[in-house]
């Protein structure tokens, strides 16, 4: 399985500010989503990072408050915008790679657990 | 899109019991179904998948089984340890094979308390 990393693992952070977190696989893959995981709540996607295009947000999520960034196989970077306590979630990188062995399945990174204040 | 519905929410047992954890989805497509065990303040591992041309897997006291016609698959974990403790999440997708695509459809959780 990938070798997921994720940066910064936790952050305490001041309304209307904005926080990168940055997402480093240990080999190439094709696809990384990110999703969002809220307090109590199961993982909900927020977008799939596409490699030298635009990302595919899914509803109830816009480039504008979560932008992403996917400059090559093995690094992407999510952005969460003028936070609100409401943004106070873990957000978890994965990826998928038809070509491990795993035949598509999903690993998650260890998590960025954000806290707005 | 994909709806997945998990039961129950919580569920407690005790040590050695039996614990099933049951989904249902509603796209027939869907052809994968991973099982994810969420630790407090971990990450969400896997911990056992199952494809649709598969009726059952098992790897060693936990067990999964998919019936695709009535669209509900099902998590079983026997001789229950404390240390199974944590957030079961049920997930399925349509895995497109060799595109390296699929995205999840979570359900909702189930916590699962394994008393000694």
């Known amino acids: 399985s990938a070798v997921i990393s994720q940066k910064p693992s936790r952050d305490i952070c001041q309304r209307g500010t904005s926080l990168t977190i940055q997402c480093q696989v240990d080999?190439?893959?094709?696809?990384m989503f990110w999703y969002r995981q809220q307090p109590g709540q199961s993982l909900t996607l927020i977008a799939t990072?596409?490699?030298?295009?635009?990302?595919?947000?899914e509803s109830g999520f816009v480039i504008d408050k979560f932008p992403i960034s996917r400059p090559n196989l093995t690094f992407s970077t999510l952005t969460v915008s003028n936070m609100s306590p409401e943004d106070s979630s873990i957000y978890l990188c994965?990826?998928?790679?038809?070509?491990?062995?795993?035949?598509?399945?999903?690993?998650f990174g260890e998590g960025s657990w954000l806290t707005v204040v | 899109g994909e709806n997945v519905e998990q039961h129950p929410s919580t569920l407690s047992v005790q040590e050695g019991d039996s614990a099933v954890i049951k989904c249902t989805y509603s796209?027939?497509?869907?052809?994968?179904f991973p099982w994810y065990k969420q630790e407090l303040g971990k990450r969400p591992q896997l911990i056992i998948d199952?494809?649709?041309?598969?009726g059952e897997k098992k790897d060693q006291r936990i067990a999964v089984t998919l019936n695709k016609t009535a669209k509900h698959f099902s998590l079983h974990i026997t001789e229950t340890q404390p240390e199974d403790s944590a957030v079961y999440f049920c997930?399925?997708?349509?895995?497109?094979?060799?595109?390296?695509?699929?995205?999840?459809?979570f359900g909702k959780g189930t916590m699962l308390l394994v008393s000694p």
């Open positions: 080999s190439q893959v094709t696809m």
């Open positions: 199952i494809r649709s041309n598969v």
């Open positions: 796209d027939s497509a869907s052809n994968y």
């Open positions: 997930a399925a997708t349509l895995s497109i094979p060799n595109s390296g695509y699929s995205t999840l459809t």
């Open positions: 994965s990826v998928t790679d038809s070509f491990l062995n795993s035949g598509n399945t999903i690993y």
């Open positions: 990072a596409n490699q030298g295009s635009e990302a595919t947000y």
